[in-house]
């Protein structure tokens, strides 16, 4: 059974910082890109980072851009998501998602996990 487990969410200041982890089960992790990505209240989900397999390629949007890293940990089967220089508008429910292809494609999503940025 494929589950992506979220963590680390919670309620920072403006300026703070917060990881977030995505635990995974039930697929080959060291196969599936991983990537994060957030929806706020009224506003569509948005893809925030991506990472390939092997952790070698990463992308971003350009809204986070060298305030957020994705990394992974093949060994754990866990990807990450820093976040530094938080924002009002970093505030969404942020959830983790991977794609791998066994024969055929599959996708898979957790369940969500709330940042909230206020003072």
């Known amino acids: 059974q494929v589950q992506l487990v979220e963590s680390g969410g919670g309620l920072v200041q403006p300026g703070g910082s917060l990881r977030l982890s995505c635990a995974a089960s039930?697929?080959?992790?060291?196969?599936?890109?991983m990537s994060w990505y957030r929806q706020a209240p009224g506003k569509e989900r948005e893809l925030v980072a991506l990472?390939?397999?092997?952790?070698?390629?990463?992308r971003y949007a350009d809204s986070v851009k060298g305030r957020f890293t994705i990394s992974r940990d093949n060994a754990k089967n866990t990807v990450y998501l820093q976040m530094n220089s938080l924002k009002p508008d970093d505030t969404a429910v942020y959830y983790c998602?991977?794609?791998?292809?066994?024969?055929?494609?599959?996708?898979?999503w957790g369940q969500g996990t709330q940042v909230t940025v206020s003072s």
């Open positions: 998602n991977a794609r791998w292809t066994w024969g055929r494609n599959y996708e898979s």
């Open positions: 039930g697929f080959t992790f060291s196969s599936a890109a």
């Open positions: 990472i390939s397999s092997g952790g070698g390629s990463t």
